[in-house]
């Protein structure tokens, strides 16, 4: 495990960005795990101008870790959107090397057995992470119980409301969502988790406390032997002394 501290967000973000680079420049076909939400933007940007500059990703797969249950994929708020909107307008992977959950599938569950048949057939390289205030990652939320597979979570009061902002009134969140589950999280070759600002201080310390509880789902990557941190000093700042400054 490796924890990074870095001073803010961009500087953070631009560690990320080259980790990432590196693994589309040495793998022949490099599988990316994305994420959504305000985290990973600076580090989207600096994807864009990689590309810009002459990085190719048209050998890239990628695979997103949740969407919205019920929203279509053209709604401005839904994973889809967001995708196209931040990223993959700006880079060359093709369509058909894309894959994010679809929310509005009339059979939800066929739906996560298709998605999960994808991801064993394609394991991650490079899986990034942001984290919920309550320690989800992905919509794996905090229970008693956590889900290995693909599955349709409840969205917590905590998750609802943070996301809250993305929409136009809190009451159209939507209740649920499809979410990648923790085989395929923990299967991933190396994953990136990146928290920034002080909303993320108590879910990074708990974390990062030693003891792994369903109760704080990002505790579980404290089980894999490769996990990089990458933080800024908000989020880092009730952590002990002794790690990273
Ligand atoms: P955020 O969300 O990047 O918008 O803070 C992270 C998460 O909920 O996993």
């Known amino acids: 495990m490796h924890i990074r501290i870095f001073e803010n967000r961009e500087v953070a973000s631009a560690y990320a960005a080259a980790l990432l680079e590196q693994t589309v420049i040495h793998q022949p076909h490099p599988v990316l795990g994305l994420a959504t939400g305000e985290t990973p933007l600076p580090l989207y940007r600096r994807?864009?101008?990689?590309?810009?500059?002459g990085l190719s990703f048209s050998h890239v797969t990628t695979f997103n870790l949740d969407e919205y249950v019920g929203l279509p994929a053209t709604a401005r708020e839904s994973y889809h959107a967001f995708m196209?909107?931040?990223?993959?307008?700006?880079?060359?992977?093709?369509?058909?090397?894309?894959h994010i959950p679809n929310g509005l599938a009339a059979d939800l569950l066929a739906e996560c057995r298709r998605y999960d048949h994808l991801l064993q057939e394609h394991r991650i390289d490079l899986q990034l992470l942001g984290i919920g205030r309550n320690g989800h990652i992905g919509f794996n939320e905090p229970g008693e119980t956590l889900s290995a597979n693909t599955h349709v979570m409840s969205l917590s009061k905590s998750t609802r409301d943070a996301n809250a902002r993305f929409f136009e009134t809190?009451?159209?969140?939507?209740?649920?969502?499809?979410?990648?589950?923790l085989n395929a999280i923990l299967e991933s070759r190396h994953i990136l988790l990146m928290a920034f600002g002080p909303d993320k201080a108590d879910a990074i310390a708990g974390?990062?406390?030693?003891?792994?509880?369903?109760?704080?789902?990002?505790?579980?990557?404290?089980?894999?032997p490769n996990v990089t941190w990458v933080l800024d000093r908000e989020a880092a700042r009730l952590l002990p002394e002794s790690i990273g400054r």
């Open 207 to 224: 974390a990062l406390s030693g003891e792994i509880s369903t109760a704080l789902p990002a505790s579980l990557l404290e089980t894999h």
């Open 84 to 98: 196209e909107q931040h990223l993959f307008q700006f880079l060359d992977i093709p369509s058909s090397h894309r």
């Open 47 to 53: 994807l864009a101008e990689f590309h810009r500059q």
């Open 170 to 181: 809190p009451d159209a969140v939507p209740q649920k969502a499809i979410t990648i589950g």
